[in-house]
């Protein structure tokens, strides 16, 4: 079931929305060589907490921490850890999302440690720019396939690949709702979309081939052929004049 929000509740939710993405940015100005993941879910937490809101990540079907942060080849889902240091060079991408007042917001970007070489570089754009062209397609009468097949068809172009074995989808007063919203897929096809859906679109992109493999912790997801890979991921809301992103930073 499709459940279409109100104004009001869309208020609500963008609330959730807004601490999503203060606590994407502010994790995101920690990053620097030298930093472990844990003190960077250490920080998300507490920014997210400090907001009166709840980590939805923390113990979602297990999960252990606020944030999935994930280096280089890994594509999502990376536990935070004491031992993993951010090195320069390195690429980190940040998922987290944050539940106020029962409603739920989610967002992740890819941040470069340092200097990064030209390719890592390019990847990160075109993965940031895959999620724009995707937002855009996201409007009343189109349908779920336009935004799969813009994201597909922009990194494709650009000769990357989107990863098949995770989707985005439907958030609202849960993390996870229906409809699944693939980074791949055909214009024209799927349901359409209406006023009051809200969607967390999430374009996970690798440099080499789409397959991924999870690691044994049974969380950590990594590209099979070791290639770079990296992830943006915005809240958006669809609203008769279109779409609206609703995981901006305060
Ligand atoms: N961030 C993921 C998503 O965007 C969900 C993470 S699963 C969790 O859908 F268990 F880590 F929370
Ligand atoms: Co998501």
Request: aromatic letters at 6%; hydrophobic letters at 40%; charged letters at 20%.
């Amino acid at each position: 079931m499709i459940v279409l929000k109100t104004s009001r509740e869309l208020s609500l939710m963008k609330e959730a929305c807004v601490i999503s993405a203060g606590a994407l940015k502010t994790v995101g100005l920690a990053i620097e060589p030298g930093i472990t993941t844990a003190e960077l879910d250490r920080i998300a937490e507490e920014y997210i907490r400090s907001k009166g809101a709840v980590p939805n990540f923390k113990g979602y079907q297990g999960y252990p921490a606020t944030a999935c942060i994930s280096i280089n080849n890994e594509v999502i889902h990376g536990i935070p850890s004491k031992k993993r240091v951010l090195r320069e060079g390195d690429i980190v991408s940040i998922d987290l999302g944050a539940e106020y007042m029962g409603y739920h917001g989610d967002n992740a970007a890819t941040f470069a440690v340092g200097d990064v070489s030209p390719e890592a570089k390019r990847l990160m754009d075109t993965t940031r720019e895959s999620l724009y062209a995707g937002i855009k397609a996201a409007c009343p009468g189109n349908r779920i396939g336009d935004i799969s097949n813009a994201v597909q068809s922009y990194v494709e172009a650009r000769g990357y690949s989107v990863v098949r074995q995770f989707v985005g989808h439907g958030v609202g007063t849960h993390l996870h709702e229906e409809p699944e919203v693939p980074n791949f897929g055909k214009a024209g096809h799927g349901i359409r979309l209406m006023p009051g859906m809200t969607l967390a679109i999430e374009p996970m992109v690798n440099a080499g081939h789409y397959d991924v493999k999870v690691l044994p912790d049974g969380w950590t997801t990594v590209t099979k052929d070791g290639s770079l890979s990296a992830h943006f991921e915005h809240t958006i809301a669809i609203t008769p004049d279109g779409p609206q992103i609703m995981t901006v930073a305060p």
